[in-house]
């Protein structure tokens, strides 16, 4: 009776785990910017290897891990790797409202993480804010209210506008 039990889970989980494919073809989708070669050297996709779900899962996580997309699906049938992607879009400018003084400016985009020319990760608008609150009230000025605007562009770039009331000196 035990042998028979131990039979059945090993076959069971044995054939669980032993899911997988080797990718002979790799076709990318959705992307505009980054080529479809640079797509498979960053999540270290090899044609002739043999992937598991687990794989799978990795790949994804190093294409998400680079901010150059917002979305992405993969699909792994018949020996065919099918990777969907959505490009997040290029910052191309960086504006500044309610701040005159250029030295300003110029320090405060010192420790953004969003910069002109890289992709916008709108997660990171949070932080910025939260950066340029924190230089403004290094500064004195302890009120003062920041709000982010996306302006979207042709050929998915955007602009970012930061409204900026520094308020009174403390």
């Known amino acids: 009776k035990k042998i028979i039990v131990f039979l059945i889970l090993f076959f069971t989980f044995y054939n669980v785990n032993s899911y997988s494919e080797v990718v002979n073809k790799v076709e990318v989708q959705g992307n505009n910017r980054i080529s479809s070669e640079t797509i498979m050297i960053f999540g270290d996709i090899v044609i002739g290897n043999n992937y598991e779900e687990s794989d799978v899962s990795l790949l994804i996580k190093k294409l998400y891990e680079t901010n150059y997309f917002s979305n992405i699906s993969v699909e792994l049938i018949n020996n065919k790797l099918t990777i969907v992607v959505e490009e997040n879009p290029i910052v191309y400018s960086i504006i500044f409202k309610g701040e ?53 562009l042709e050929k998915n770039r955007v602009n970012i506008l930061y409204l900026i009331d520094a308020g009174e000196k403390a």
């Not at 910069?115 to 939260?130: A, L």
């Open 100 to 152: 005159s003084a250029k030295k300003h400016m110029e320090k405060i985009k010192e420790f953004l993480l969003v910069r002109e020319k890289s992709s916008y990760v709108s997660n990171n608008i949070k932080h910025d804010i939260g950066q340029i609150k924190s230089f403004y009230r290094q500064r004195g000025f302890y009120f003062v209210k920041i709000d982010a605007e996306i302006e979207k």
